[in-house]
């Protein structure tokens, strides 16, 4: 299994492209379900916000990271990056962290991500791989958060677009604001404009519920859509962050309201994607317009301030981001593990149930037999299987210890069920804790002797397990060595 990631950012791609590749909501169930069909494909995740486009996969070949950027299309193949291994790993590290955002230490990112996420495995296009990935980026995202001042005094794109409109109009006291959206930015702004002194927060929005939520929250006034003209007239700033599809704000609409308002200068922020705002409004005269890339200009100045915590944040993200790779590793020695472990336990009670049926013993002395049996199977599992931990499922033992025992292909890529415990936990719990003490032994029957042996036979030219170059008979020799486990020889 390979993670890729696939897509692109403000970093790469302007607004006017950004903007044409977003993935509306009530469309992304439809564009997982195509991903998740593209051959080798096993788990998928995308992020769609206004400043990225980007495509997290667990996949079977490097290969179909170039049938995901085909996916995006050709407007993105300009400006999308792909990243494989560990370097993708890496990106989704950072943007969680929000080192890869406009505004170095938002948070916005790490809410965003998570609901990416929590939207793949609803549909059913995400899975094991990519869950523990993610949910390890945003582990490391908190971390950031709180061993480093990288979000001390950080702001959010919606602050920092409050900060412009109060630059371009000098002071917003007893100003207008109209917000159009009742989304997590319209929220952010909201506060943030009444902090600056805004005399009237109208609020809009396709739902009226929500207008009405936001409104009570921030001490704003409800309004509707439909009475947009008007309320564009009354406006001294304009907040625009609707998921609308086609610009809200068009020419000719402003044209008219600013002829009505006697072409007193008006400030509309644009934080949608797609604009909600028409380009060609910025022609008019006293209307100033800025969209997102305008922001992240401005946004590039702010990040000085935090640049000395970011060398401490990219060090934790690094960190994370080795435990994870190593708790990869430890899981592909897990398989090994289990079907070694099932087949050894699976042949001693095998050999118990074939002794206990030629004897008379209590079931007291019968629990004694099956405990005994069972405590061999961990001793002599013990040192093979700290072994295999430590190699990681990635050196030469496990193969060696598969071929052994005859553990074939599939019983290493999908282990079955371990008797009498949920598969999961017998994989993963220590060995310790799978190894059952013995109970005080008991008098046991002799059983009756063996027949005498008959003749031996001759010796497989080639045992299984052991090439012809001799590799596999160190590794068999290095599973079973008494003093590599750190126990020393007795």
Known sequence: MIFVSVGLS?????????????????????????????????EIVLLSTCNRLEIFAAVESQAIADDLLRDLGELAAPHAISRVGEEALLHVFRVAASLDSMVVGEAQILGQLKEAAAQAQAQGASGPHLG???????????????????????????????QLARKVL??????????????????????????????????????????????????????????????????????????AQEPVVTRELMARA????????????????????????????????????????????????????????????????????????????????ARLRQQAEAIARAEVDRTLSSLELTERQERSVRAMASAIVNK?????????????GDGPLGEAAARLFGVDDAGLRAPGPQPGAPREAQMEAPIEAQITPSPVPVPVPSPAPD????????????????????????????????????RGRR
Do not use: W
């Open 10 to 42: 403000h970093k790469q791609a302007p607004i006017a492209i950004r903007e044409q590749l977003a993935v509306a909501g009530d469309a992304l169930p439809a564009r997982l379900a195509r991903l998740k069909a593209l051959a080798g494909v096993q």
């Open 170 to 243: 000098g002071n917003l006291e007893g100003r207008v604001a109209l917000l159009l959206g009742a989304g997590e930015m319209a929220q952010l702004a909201a506060r943030e404009l009444k902090a600056q002194g805004a005399r009237e927060l109208l609020v809009a929005n396709r739902s009226p519920a929500r207008a009405e939520e936001l409104a009570r929250e921030v001490g704003g006034v409800p309004v509707s859509l439909a009475e947009l003209p008007a309320l564009l007239e009354r406006a001294d700033v304009a907040l625009c962050s609707t998921g």
């Open 380 to 392: 002599l599992l013990h040192g093979p299987t700290q072994r295999l931990r430590s190699e990681a």
């Open 258 to 337: 600013l002829k009505a308002r006697r072409y007193r200068p008006i400030f509309l922020i644009d934080l949608a994607l797609p604009r909600n705002v028409e380009p060609r409004v910025n022609e008019l005269e006293n209307v100033y317009v800025y969209d997102m890339d305008d922001l992240e200009r401005l946004a590039s100045e702010n990040r000085v301030v935090r640049e000395s915590q970011l060398g401490r944040a990219e060090e934790i993200v690094r960190e994370e981001l080795q435990a994870h790779l190593r708790e990869q590793h430890e899981r592909a020695a897990v398989p090994v593990l």
């Open 451 to 486: 027949p005498a042996p008959g003749p031996l036979p001759e010796p497989d030219p080639e045992p299984a397990g052991v090439r012809e170059d001799g590799s596999a008979n160190a590794s068999v020799h290095q599973l079973f060595e008494p003093g590599a486990s750190g």
């Open 132 to 162: 523990r990935a993610i949910a390890r980026a945003l582990g490391a995202a908190k971390r950031v958060r709180t061993e480093t001042e990288i979000a001390r005094g950080a702001v959010s794109v919606s602050s920092i677009a409050v």
